[in-house]
T-cell receptor, first 113, second 115 residues
């Protein structure tokens, strides 16, 4: 039973436009959410995170939005660049509990020049 | 500062054989985690060490998998005997104590193929 779902396996956008990657979760105990980016043959690298006490966190071109009532979060990349092309994983964790990250299946983003 | 390193990068073995994967965490990181990604699926947690102690091994699939972290430095994950469904990419991650909820640093992974 998947607790973190990324329903779009892939997304293609034009350079300079906005990329929006979505993530849904089912476990209401999750209170911290992370986005990881993964290039081929490399491990996931941390991108941005958000605590459940916030609804938005911004870091440069990357913004994560959290809608707790809908159990939904999204990652916005503006403007998108070809170097952003990668697989993006949404992950969730319960602070104070086990330190295991629960991942979604990932969304492959392709940014076309 | 060196990142998390894993060895080998790729291993191809036959069903029934034994394979040992190694992970060297970032220096000073007492937390070490193993994850696995089966093709096309999500990355799944296997277990968590704090120094040499197993903090959480709830994700270990069965007793064919044995993880060790003698001395609290590097860790090994042994699969014996390997089955076809063990194929996938095995990631190791590490973090400082108290930071595991916020930042886990991943290695490049070991791609295991069981034929």
């Amino acid at each position: 039973d998947q607790q973190v779902k990324q329903n779009s396996p892939s997304l293609s956008v034009q350079e300079g436009r906005i990329s929006i990657l979505n993530c849904d979760y089912t476990n209401s105990m999750f209170d911290y959410f992370l986005w990881y980016k993964k290039y081929p043959a490399e491990g996931p690298t941390f991108l941005i995170s958000i605590s459940s006490i916030k609804d938005k966190n911004e870091d440069g071109r990357f913004t994560v939005f959290l809608n707790k009532s809908a159990k939904h979060l999204s990652l916005h990349i503006v403007p998108s660049q070809p170097g952003d092309s990668a697989v993006y994983f949404c992950a969730a964790i319960t602070q104070g509990g086990s330190e295991k990250l629960v991942f979604g299946k990932g969304t492959k983003l392709t940014v076309n020049p | 500062e060196a990142g998390v390193t894993q060895f080998p990068s790729h291993s191809v073995i036959e069903k029934g054989q034994t394979v040992t994967l190694r992970c060297d965490p970032i220096s000073g990181h007492d937390n070490l985690y193993w994850y696995r990604r089966v093709m096309g699926k999500e990355i799944k947690f296997l277990l968590h060490f704090v120094k040499e102690s197993k903090q959480d091994e709830s994700g270990m699939p069965n007793n064919r998998f044995l993880a060790e972290r003698t001395g609290g430095t590097y860790s090994t994950l042994k699969v014996q005997p390997a089955e076809l469904e063990d194929s996938g990419v095995y990631f190791c991650a590490s973090s400082q104590v108290g930071r595991g909820f916020y930042e886990q640093y991943f290695g490049p992974g070991t791609r295991l193929t069981v034929t």
